[in-house]
């Protein structure tokens, strides 16, 4: 199971400031929210999904707010037959479970099948952005640059849309 510790070293390698609100266990954005009321900061959540034959990968990093349908979430991927990846898979991949699965989950990794995305609006109307840092029982508020940091300094890529 990946750490808080592994996500505060790589903040301080990367002199990226954070701050971070501890709480309760929280299982859902929902719970986690009424922990944090009254911080700015977009409340975020990840969604990561597959192909049809679990080929490819998708993070989607959005407004937990905001609620998508399938079928348009594959048109602007142009991924026909998308699927949520399975509890087993994200912990053989990302060393998470569902409900903390966050970009974190890629720090130390390289998976070239990983396609990440963030929604426009989101990055538009946020300057913080809210993530479990692989602990349900602390959540971290970062700038919105910083994901992108995050990502750059393990080789990722991420992609901008209207979702």
């Known amino acids: 199971m990946r750490s808080f510790g592994e996500v505060k070293e790589l903040l301080v390698k990367l002199s990226i400031p954070y701050r971070i609100v ?11 929210d009424a922990f944090i009321q009254g911080y700015e900061g977009c409340r975020s959540k990840t969604l990561v999904l597959a192909n049809k034959k679990s080929t490819q990968f998708y993070m989607i990093i959005m407004d937990d707010k ?45 998976y070239d099948n990983m396609h990440i995305y963030f929604d426009r609006e989101m ?19 970062i700038k919105m640059e910083a994901c992108f940091t995050i990502l750059e300094a393990q080789g990722y890529t991420y992609e901008v849309v209207d979702l």
């Open 22 to 32: 501890e709480h309760p266990a929280s299982h859902s954005t929902e719970e986690s």
């Open 66 to 110: 905001k609620r998508i349908e399938m079928d348009h979430l594959s048109n602007i991927l142009k991924v026909k037959r998308l699927h949520f990846v399975s509890e087993e898979r994200l912990e053989a991949m990302l060393g998470l479970s569902s409900g903390i699965v966050l970009l974190f989950g890629l720090v130390g990794t390289r």
């Open 123 to 141: 990055l538009e109307e946020h300057r913080i952005q809210t993530f479990h840092p692989n602990d349900n029982t602390k959540t971290l508020f």
